[in-house]
Structure formats: C-alpha cells, structure tokens
C-alpha cells in the first residue's frame, strides 16, 4: 500500500522528533510493504517566520489532500509577545478545525520499565496503567463565545461553556467504540451536578450507551475523576469527556507514565483523516542538543498506522520494539535512572529500528 504523509515538523524539537519518527516508519514500511510518502509544510513559530502567519493555506490544502497528517510541536518564546490570534498555537487549533477533527486521543501507558519513573507508590501502580483518554477537541470553553465586559465590580471576563447533542454523541460513540477494542469499560467525566452543559453531556452519553450493552459504563465528577486517577489508576481503561476537563485529566494522567516524553496523541474525526502528534511542546531550551525523547513521537506514528491506515500490526511492531528498548535499559535524558543507559534521540531512534 501507498500513503501520503503531511508533515509539519514544527518549532523546536520538533524537526528532530519528527525525523527519528519517519526513519522508523520507513523501516516498518520495508518489512511490512508499505510505501510512505512524505510532504513537508510548514505551521507554528516557523511559518510566522516565512509567511507572517502560523497556517498557511498551502498548509490546510496539502493536509486535506493527505491520506494523514504528522506533526512535531509549535511554539517558542520568540513569538510570546505576539496576540493571541497570531501565535505559533493556533496552528494546531486551525488544522483540527480545518480537517474536522474533533477527537483527541491520549493514552497512558506505563511500562514496566518505567515504574521506577513513576512518581506514584508502587502499591497503586502494582497491577500497571493503560488508559485512554478520550478528549472532545473542537467545542467547550475553548470555541464557545468570550469576551470582556463592565459591572458593578469592575472589568470581567467570561467564557462559555456550551455543548450540542451531536458534539457530545460524536465523541461519545467515538470513546465506546474505542473501549470495546479494549477492555469494554468506559468512565464519562462532567460535573453534572452544577453545570447545565454537563446535565446535557450526561443524558446524551446515557442516551449513546444503550446501543453499547457489552460495554461497562460509569461516571465520575471531573473533581473525584481527578483524585481517582491518583488513588486508583489501574482501574480505568477509557475515559470521555470534554474539552477543559480532558485537557487537565490528560496531562495529569501522563505523569504516570514517568515523563511527558512517553505521551503520543491523536486527533480523529468522522473519516480515516487523522492527525498524529506528542503530547509534548517545542522545548526550544533544549532544542538542536539531540537529548531530547523521541518516543512519544514515534508511538504517535504508531498511532496513524492504527487508527488511520488500519495497519495495527504494523503499530504494534513498532509498540513492541520501543519496549524491547526500554527493557534493554536504554534511556533519554527525561527517564533516565541509576544503572539505565543514557542516549540521546538520534541513538534512540536507532535502537528502536534495530529492534522492530
């Protein structure tokens, strides 16, 4: 099979990851008989730079005319000064508005390898981590209407928190879909006990699991959520939610896996159109010093070939192979311990090639 690849490297770290992603890729296409062709755009701090703006039209077009999309990381303190409508960040929010994109899916897996990174104690970690978070992307407090106004205290601001019933069905079925590839047990996150928009969230994923009998479902509060994926993370699997509630429970979940250079993500809509990133930022500190962890990256192409090519034997060559590596003891700088063996992202890269 042939596919084509966008690729937005992005600021930063980012070209570096990137590659160390489509070296790998490319050894899984030899094995596997795949041909992947690459189409390199630009989007985030280095398009500001180019075209005075972070996306590009030429951007959108070549990623609509992608069979999937791979992005590195934007941003950079050389552009925090400019408005917020015209930073490196609205890259990512134009491209998942363009494509349609309104799914995010974060997982967090701690490997075994890894427990001693973990900053939990062993006894909640004992029986392993594996969830998945399954976050609405485009709808929320972050899209819905904001602004300024005058009151009798002075300047307020506000943001709404608004949700429709076909955004919350979508990505509902989305996450139950997900859950019954895996161990058939979804977690609804809301707060409906005081905001309306969760009252409507939470009758409408009731109203989505009537046609998923053979998967488990319950639900938490986002504040207890938020405890219990500290007290007990073993027992979750899939989690939904939305927008600002996964934005927090997603990073606060990768912390377990040891750093937030083991976390790849991906950004769904209606059709195999995907688009596929690290959960990690530009990092510009320690950008060009190939130390940087390229893992999270590359679990990010592993992803596409998953959910976007159906190819989920060639995702988890590429699975299997970063946990051979960790088994072996090798380690970037971000999980590094006594008697592991340091490398860098280029040598890490090589290593999980050497062992797909």
Known sequence: MNYKIAVVAGDGVGPEVMEQNILVLNEVGKKFSHTFDYTHVLGGGCAIDKFGE?????????????????????????????????????A???????????????????????????????ELVKDGVDIMVVRELTGGMYFGDKGRKQTEMGEAAYDVEQYSVKEVERITRQAFEIARKRKKHLTNVDKQNVLESS?????????????????????????????QLIMRPSTFDVIVTGNIFGDILSDEASQMTGSIGMLPSASLGDGSLGMYEPVHGSAPDIAGKDIVNPIATILSGAMMLKYSFGLADEAKCIEDAVTKVLNLGYRTGDIMSDGMKKVGCKEMGRLIIENL
């Open 92 to 122: 990512l929010l134009g491209l998942r508005g363009a494509l349609g994109l309104y799914a995010n899916l974060r997982p967090a897996t701690l490997h075994d390898a890894l427990k001693d990174a973990c900053p939990l104690k062993p």
């Open 199 to 227: 009252r409507l969230w939470r009758s409408v994923v009731l109203d989505v699991a009537k046609d998923y009998p053979d998967v488990e479902l319950d639900h938490l509060y986002v504040d207890n959520a938020s405890m």
């Open 54 to 90: 972070p996306l590009p039209q030429e951007t959108i077009d070549v990623c609509k005319a992608s069979d999937s999309v791979l992005l590195g990381a934007v941003g950079g303190w050389q552009w925090d000064t400019l408005p917020g409508d015209k930073r490196p960040e609205r």
